[in-house]
């Protein structure tokens, strides 16, 4: 459990119904569009200046696409987007192990679509100052800490005379401000301020040795441009999906180049994100020269790379604590393994909005249902993608066949692939069936 958070008593005249949302990334955005859906008005605030469209690729999974389309962008977002039509595995001689469709080539009402991260950041923003008003968008303002608050001298800051006071650093005006709700939700990330706040002993993320760096290219479709392509095994793995169409045929391709290496180059891999050098990689790839794929020369193409550690966090047993949750990377960071991180930020937000909904304006119990709701099924994505999730079938034909094969069925049955990708799909929330009814999960009852 976490660390208890203090009370104070706050005067009445301090007292404010809207919602603090401290983060504007994808998991803050989607909250704050979706609490404003039903109903609920919010305050976001966001440590960086300016909300700019930087990054590279992301997925978007069916059940992800299925809240933005009853947010009402999947339109925006398909027409700035690749609706990814299949999944292929191959080895690190580039011989297919395993295909299968995605998206609605798989049987789903709703597309999976590759994007920008930036792009996608760019339409939730734009909808959220166009739904919510720029004026209730605070950039510059990075949180510090918050403590729950009373209005009264009860002792009890979950009543309904409780509220949540938050303080921020406001680089504008080189000073600290404090803000004052009936709850806030914390989606300030990976390096979370709340969450640190609530596990003070919790130290730096986790990092499993691994390093990716990840780099957009413009080439002639891979394949048939519309395949997502997942290459190697653990210890060197390419990962590739095409993230746009543009004019006269070519694409925009996002990829992801993964060395591991042993724990005790740790201390040497301190950066959390820094541009990338090819001499540090690309050596290691230059014999992915495939019929269907040329890494190298792929790689040489693109303007650069980034450079990012895989790590994570333990999953933790409490996510609420009084008229505070938290919620995206802040709640439950994970290994970019199975599309999952941003997918499963916005299954939160929804969530969320769907609490709200069935226990309008009581935001202790709002907060708590969403974190028994989400925390358990986010745990198990985690501690699953520790295990290699999804990509598990690479590491298998790997250790039976290192030197290739004739027939992939003499290294590994389809069942056994159908075993590992069919459950994590259950794991993660967008099996086929479970999507049959087609309820946003802003619309459930919780």
Known sequence: MGRPIAGRILSANMESNDVIIAGAGIGGLITALSLHQAGVEVQVYEAVDEV???G??????PHAVRELDALGLLERLASEAVASTTLAYFTKRGQQIWSEDRGVAAGYRWPQLSIHRGTLQKILYDAAVERIGAERIHTAHQLVSFINVYVDDSGDATGSDGRVSATFNDRRAGRQVDVSGAAMIASDGIHSAARAQCYPEQGPPLWNGALLWRGLAECEPILDGRTMIWAGHPRQKFVG???ADLPGGRQVFNFIAELRYDERELAEQEDWNRPGNLDDFLPEFE???FEWLDVPSLV???????LFPMVDRDPVGQWTF?????LGDAAHPMYPIGSNGASQAILDARTLAGCVRSYPGDWPRILQRYDEVRRPATSAIVLANRGQGPELPMTLVEERAPDGFDDINDVITPAEIAEVTDGYRRTAGF???SMADGVSLADKPY
Do not use: C, D, E, H
Not at 56 to 61: A, D, K, M, W
Not at 322 to 326: A, C, I, M
């Open 52 to 54: 700019r469209a930087l």
């Open 56 to 61: 590279v690729g992301i997925n978007l999974l």
């Open 241 to 243: 999906y095409p993230i």
């Open 287 to 289: 014999s992915w020269r």
């Open 300 to 306: 040489r193409s693109s303007s650069g790379t980034f």
């Open 322 to 326: 009084g008229r505070v949750t938290l």
């Open 431 to 433: 099996a086929l069936g």
